[in-house]
């Protein structure tokens, strides 16, 4: 499975920002979709993740009710939609495959910057 992500950029706090992430490849072998971000000196964290079949989401507290996690199955892509961003946001964000049968993500796309200005 192969992700390429788009859709970062730089947007003043309050706005919004709509992520994409384009799976090829085997994706019938996709069990769940991620998206997570980090920062210097950070680990890796958990933003959002959907059932690539049935779309059921599951967010981190820190995005609920701001970041929305969709996907168009027929077009085999990912969408991370954010609103309401703050300057805490701010991070490079990767989308990434979980496979069937899989514990953890095993395919990362190349990542994302966005950045939230206050």
């Known amino acids: 499975v192969q992700l390429q992500a788009s859709g970062g950029g730089v947007v003043q706090a309050g706005g919004s920002l709509r992520l994409s992430c384009a799976a090829s490849?085997?994706?019938?072998s996709i069990w769940r979709m991620h998206w997570f971000r980090q920062t210097p000196g950070k680990e890796r964290e958990?933003?959002?993740?959907?059932?690539?079949?049935?779309?059921?989401?599951y967010y981190a507290d820190s995005v609920k009710d701001r970041f929305t996690i969709s996907r168009e199955y027929a077009k085999g892509t990912v969408y991370l939609q954010m609103n309401s961003l703050k300057p805490e946001d701010t991070a490079v964000y990767y989308c990434a495959a979980q496979p069937n049968g899989a514990l953890k993500p095993d395919y990362w796309g190349q990542g994302t910057l966005v950045t939230v200005s206050s």
């Open positions: 490849g085997r994706t019938f």
């Open positions: 958990f933003v959002a993740r959907i059932i690539w079949s049935a779309g059921t989401t």
